[in-house]
């Protein structure tokens, strides 16, 4: 904010809201305020230089709507111009109470003419403008894009062919990595079947996909003395027999009145 000018050392605002409970409405607000400021101190109105990012599309189209419809609707009735300032907690209300339906007009005339220029759009929009502006700093060497929804599906589901598949020409042979995989798959699900497996590999991607990215190199992964301060040998006992606990853990639920036997099956196949 300090570096543009016209707003001088406005602080920078977090809004934090749920979803539906006004967080356009409060964002557009200021997107109008900021370029109120900026006409009110005499110099060009540059709302090329104010950047608005949401999540989705969706709500940067509504960004943009919004915008448009405030400044008409001022520019139009004075009444509307007030209703924009109506807000006693948001710090640009005083900007925006000294701007005329003449102001919201000309604000209008220069939001419309800029919008090849504008930047409304969407987190990973905004992130990717980046990386294209200084590739070589963060080591791309070719132009990418982002995937939306439809083409981050295909991609996953490639890989789950890629992961699952057994070639013809080695159908009869063994593939540890694979078979790796599933065993470890199996572990992770305590052995529950599913008709669709894919539903569990999802949940699995969804929840650890952050984790990974953060951390992808495989030595970090399953590597005992990497995870825990001195290899975890607090963590492990060692010289149990566990067919001889097992039969002891079953034998003390037997006393029990109540028991849910429901996974004790998998529980059982799960043991070393």
């Known amino acids: 904010m300090k570096d ?6 406005l602080p920078n605002e977090m809004i934090l809201a749920s979803a539906g409970s006004g967080k356009t409405w409060q964002l557009t607000n200021r997107y109008i305020a900021l370029m109120g400021l900026q006409l009110k101190s005499g110099l060009p109105v540059a709302p090329e230089r104010i950047i608005a990012v949401t999540f989705t599309r969706k709500a ?6 919004s915008i448009l419809v405030k400044l008409a609707g001022a520019a139009a009735d004075p009444k509307n111009a007030a ?11 005083a900007t925006l109470a000294t701007l ?8 209008l005339r220069v939001f419309i003419s800029r919008i090849p ?5 969407t987190l990973d929009s905004f992130f990717a403008n980046v990386l294209r502006a200084f590739p070589a700093e963060f080591g791309l060497t070719s132009d990418f894009q982002v995937m939306d929804e439809y083409q ?26 694979q078979d790796a995989f599933l065993e470890a ?19 699995f991607i969804e929840e650890l996909h952050d984790l990974y990215l953060s951390a992808p190199d495989p030595k970090l992964w399953g590597n005992a003395p990497a995870i825990w301060e001195g290899g975890g040998e607090d963590w492990f ?4 027999d566990f067919e001889e606990e097992f039969v002891r853990l079953f034998r003390a639920l037997q006393t029990l009145a109540k028991v849910d036997w429901k996974y004790w099956e998998e529980f059982r196949d799960e043991l070393p």
């Open 237 to 240: 006992v060692t010289g149990i």
């Open 83 to 93: 209703a924009l300032a109506s807000d006693p907690n948001d710090p640009l209300s």
């Open 100 to 107: 005329t339906p003449k102001d919201f007009e000309t604000l």
């Open 60 to 65: 940067a189209g509504e960004f943009f709507d």
């Open 117 to 121: 220029r504008l930047f409304l759009g």
């Open 185 to 203: 798959f199996r572990r992770a699900t305590f052995g529950k079947s599913e008709v669709k497996i894919t539903r569990q590999l999802d949940g």
């Open 152 to 177: 981050t599906e295909v991609a996953k589901a490639r890989v789950y062919q890629s992961v699952f598949e057994r070639r013809i020409s080695s159908a009869r042979e063994e593939n540890p990595a």
């Open 4 to 9: 543009m000018p016209g707003i001088g050392n």
